[in-house]
């Protein structure tokens, strides 16, 4: 399963870039298909950290580690979001930063979890 959860956050930061990637060359309609797609993967995403977080021994810091990657997805809805209105989304990328920061620090270094 944690293959799995890999497996479908790695393809939802893909599908992020590549819809960033859309919308700066100005295919409106290629960007709002892969947010579509994106959101399924954000589903995906969560489902599988989910179905990992009530497969082990919660720890309060898997908890945190499911609570900031929530908050990264929510950044990558507010960075798109943003760009798509054509708004500044300087501290949107900055959280995002952070939060993906986090994120992959306690679940690659910190928790026991990993590959």
């Known amino acids: 399963m944690i ?4 497996t479908s956050w790695l393809l939802a930061l893909i599908l992020f870039i590549v819809a960033l990637g859309l919308h700066k060359s100005g ?3 290629g960007f709002k298909i892969v947010k579509m797609i994106l959101r399924l993967f954000y589903l995906l995403t969560i ?11 919660i720890d309060m810091m898997y908890v945190i580690k499911s609570l900031v990657g929530i908050w990264v997805i929510g ?7 943003g ?5 500044k989304t300087a501290i ?3 959280l995002l930063i ?5 994120v992959l620090y306690l679940g690659f270094v910190y928790l ?3 590959f």
Not at 75 to 81: G, I, P, T
Not at 98 to 102: A, E, F, P, Q, R
């Open 98 to 102: 952070i939060s993906l920061v986090i």
């Open 75 to 81: 950044m990558f809805e507010m960075v798109l979001a």
């Open 27 to 29: 295919k409106e309609k």
């Open 47 to 57: 489902g599988t950290g989910i179905w990992i977080l009530t497969s082990i021994n």
């Open 112 to 114: 026991p979890l990993s």
């Open 3 to 6: 293959h799995a959860h890999i």
């Open 83 to 87: 760009t798509a209105k054509g708004k």
């Open 92 to 94: 949107s990328w900055l």
